[in-house]
């Protein structure tokens, strides 16, 4: 992250001006952040601090942030400067947390008060939390009371719940106001809100009323009354709840928003559909990684170093090792069968493969399900029986073209144990990685860990056990 | 998806009414469609449409829907029938594609039209373009010019554009308009319009020109020009465009919908946020079915039957299996060198789970990456560096566990045999792991290929080709 941004090939460059350069970065169908960095860059060795503040002007704050992420330290805080300062804080709210720290030590005192007092309530507060200690407490007193309060309310909930996304810039309407009233009010407290699309109705306790949105108001006679307009069947979660939970229910009522109160009902915050979508993504990585057995990563995978790779995949590896030894056993246990009939490990492989391969297909297909809610626990049973006939089906028809396979190789005898062993481990492999899911999320841990690497490791053990159980119990009954 | 609905236990409907029921079901914190559905069932059959229809009014379409999906087809419509026509419209809009079909049936002539044309103009696209021919042709004379002709433009669009996920009930406004005069504008054709949030400006030709939110024009003098109040750098997608591309810029930008244009840059339609969150969980989920090696499934993995299941399954199995053979051949190539040393075998399968595992690690990272669009092609040789960094130093810390435990079976020669291939094999596995996606991506593939099975079949038979490779070369200088 603190390597300083150099571009691959100036090629393009010692074509064009830095503001030509700008401009092809904007009008490009997809915003050209290297490009445009390399010019910003250059503009500011030159010192044209007046081009830079056009570009500003005319760029939107998550381009200009994409740009300056990719500015050394030093140019980071130089061009940070040059921001308007309420485009500063839309573009800080954009740019990843470590680089908004670092671009903080740039501004004076009053600068940072500004950007604090500016910046949305949710993003303010995550900011606050990543300042080193001493920071929070050379800044705190220079807020106003309200912002300050808000600060220790946010930060009070913990990481991954609904409290620690929301945010405390919502609009609110007393029932009895019109609808004239309403939006008399709207337009008033807009600038300092997140949204005023979504306005919640809560009586004199603070207590979560109704909600009116403002195409409703706009559309109603002037004069009707909020509490006739709103719908009181409003849909919303708890301070504590899982972040997850938030995002599942705007995405599935269609949501601008979602209100949030706390255990007595009292509204507290509004976590946004935007933010939901972060939080929706967030959690699609995870899974993902998790799905392969790496850690959850805190950063992104493209600026984690080496010594946190190694520390989030390794765990993982030994404890793999470590269930395949079970597998090693296992051959070790039939080496005279082995020994008699060395033909058998052609095919070890490919069936232990197919195995876990079957698995890690009935597996994925799981997680995601439970992952969207579409799959509940109580689908288990249903699930298994279809998966059992799916997997037979799977089975028999490799074990019908290995089975010419295993003629080609080894005779009537290895082909019929081949074809014997297929069928069963495709099967088995199957149904335990159909399985796992279901057992992760009754241990309450993410379903995702079952996927990949940790199915493979128990489906080869199995398929090891069945192959050579197999081979045995037929060389026995046949003589072989 | 025909089978009748059963509920799996009467216990709770036996102490409750059906009208408790549904009362309890609404208020629960997640809403509980099974418990709504059986109480409906129930009034159906008792024939107690009142009720029905009173529970309707206080519940969110959502919910309606979902709770409509779990009734046998002939209750679906029975209930469908008894939904006032506004409500009937959006509750349409939830229910998945074929229930929608199935719904259709029981609604007369004149209920059918009325629904089309009420329901949005996506929405309306694809329940029409999901009707069987003679049912499209009976339909289409008894719909309003306008609304066929937006049919015909928006079945136009390939599956997977932003043309085919968009809707044309947007609102343009005249960039001369006051603000006075668009917030009247608005008023007037918010009942047909999906938002009024954003309202796009466009010249005589319709072309794009700015795009000016709810919220400014509500902040606004009255008296202030829309021309004046208008973002001018307006983000837009071609409707030819990728759908991912819109979810993705929906993203970025934190927008409430996305203008789509043509290639003539004329305004042709939106698409709104959460149309895109929807496309964006689907492409997550065809990710995830992906990189276990699954076709993409186009119904839901729980209503899926056992034989599409197979189809999409047996394809990759056979494939890999083929893979295999290769593992195994190479095995049959090395088979006096295991015939001599049989304590090889004991570590075989650690081995070459290792490989596949470290690669699957790899594999699952960059896949993320790469679609997040976090990591490009032209990150690919820093990338590599960094694994190769990461992979040596996870490889070298198994070979030191392996060690021990060939030191214990084996003897030193077999302990080194085993730590060297355990190096080798994390390296190379890791490696092939971080490079498929990229080259997956290169061939214009989803890189979700490239995780799990495919990784693992080819870290397999890399393993076993170096292991006895390894021991041939380590026994023949030792003479062992």
């Not at 990543?130 to 009070?156: F, N």
Request: charged residues 25%; proline residues 4%; hydrophobic residues 50%.
């Amino acid at each position: 992250m603190s390597e300083p941004y150099k571009p691959e090939s100036d090629s393009s460059l010692e074509q064009l001006t830095p503001e030509q350069a700008l401009e092809q970065a904007d009008a490009e169908d997809e915003f050209d952040a290297e490009l445009a960095a390399s010019a910003v860059s250059e503009l500011l060795e030159r010192g044209d601090r007046e081009a830079i503040r056009r570009w500003f002007e005319e760029t939107l704050a998550a381009d200009i942030a994409e740009t300056l992420a990719l500015l050394d330290p030093e140019k980071l805080r130089q061009a940070m400067k040059l921001l308007e300062r309420e485009e500063r804080a839309r573009v800080f709210g954009y740019l990843p947390l470590p680089l908004q720290v670092e671009a903080l030590a740039g501004l004076t005192r009053a600068e940072v008060t500004d950007l604090f007092n500016r910046m949305s309530a949710d993003e303010r507060a995550d900011l606050f939390n990543a300042l080193p200690e001493s920071e929070q407490e050379r800044l705190l007193p220079t807020l106003a009371q309200a912002e300050r309060e808000d600060l220790r309310r946010l930060a009070s909930y913990a990481e991954g719940t609904a409290g620690s996304i929301m945010t405390s810039d919502y609009a609110t309407l007393a029932p009895q106001l019109s609808a004239r009233e309403a939006l008399e009010e709207l337009r008033r407290v807009a600038p300092d809100k997140e949204t005023i699309y979504n306005a919640y109705v809560v009586d004199e306790e603070r207590r979560l009323i109704g909600v009116v949105t403002l195409r409703k108001l706009i559309t109603a006679p002037p004069s009707a009354k909020v509490a006739d307009l709103m719908e009181t069947n409003v849909v919303f979660a708890y301070a504590d709840d899982d972040q997850k939970e938030v995002a599942e229910k705007i995405a599935r009522y269609d949501f601008i928003a979602l209100p949030i109160v706390d255990r007595e009902e009292r509204l507290v915050g509004i976590v946004t559909a935007d933010d939901a979508m972060d939080v929706a993504e967030e959690e699609a990585t995870e899974s993902f990684q998790r799905s392969a057995t790496v850690g959850p990563l805190e950063v992104s995978v493209k600026d984690a170093d080496v010594a946190l790779l190694y520390r989030k995949r390794i765990f993982w590896l030994v404890l793999l090792v470590f269930g395949n030894i079970f597998s090693g056993a296992g051959i070790a246990y039939f080496e005279d069968t082995i020994a008699a009939h060395i033909a058998l490990l052609f095919f070890l492989p490919l069936l232990i493969a197919s195995s876990g391969n079957a698995g890690t297909q009935a597996a994925t297909l799981m997680v995601r399900a439970l992952a969207t809610g579409e799959v509940q626990m109580r689908d288990f049973f249903r699930m298994f029986l279809r998966e059992l006939a799916v997997a037979l089906a799977l089975g028999l028809t490799m074990a019908f073209a290995i089975y010419w396979i295993g003629l080609w190789r080894g005779g009537q005898e290895i082909a019929l144990v081949v074809g014997l062993t297929m069928t069963v481990v495709v099967t088995v492999g199957s149904l335990i990685g159909m399985s796992l899911p279901f057992l992760m999320s009754l241990l309450r841990l993410d379903p995702a860990t079952a996927s990949g690497p940790l199915v493979t490791s128990i489906a080869d053990v199995a398929g090891v056990l069945i192959y050579f159980g197999m081979a045995t119990l037929v060389f026995r009954h046949l003589g072989g």
